[in-house]
């Protein structure tokens, strides 16, 4: 819950929220390749230099911590996640609800 200055709180629903899997293990051609890289380039060079993560971690966030980032430590009360199977670049699918 997202509190304001003057105390009030505001139940927060995140509406598009992935949690994908782009690890080296997980890729299955140079199309997946791709689409990460393209991925981790938006993000390295559009995000402030102290908010950058190293590409391992861009890879393949992994769940725990994804859900102690966004409902632990952040102030979604609730969330959205959207998949992205693309089972053509990648083995288990990019992102999925399984």
Known sequence: MFR???GEEIFIIDGHLHNWDAS??????????????CFYA????????EYVWDEATYAN???????????????VDM?????TYLT??????????E
């Open 4 to 6: 304001t200055k003057s």
């Open 24 to 37: 080296p293990e997980n890729v299955l051609n140079k199309y997946g390749q791709g689409f990460i890289d």
């Open 42 to 49: 938006y993000h390295a060079n559009l995000s402030p230099p």
């Open 61 to 75: 966030y992994g769940a725990d911590r994804m859900v102690k980032d966004v409902f632990g430590d952040g102030y």
């Open 79 to 83: 969330g959205i996640f959207q998949p």
């Open 88 to 97: 053509d670049f990648y083995k288990n699918g990019f992102n999925t609800t």
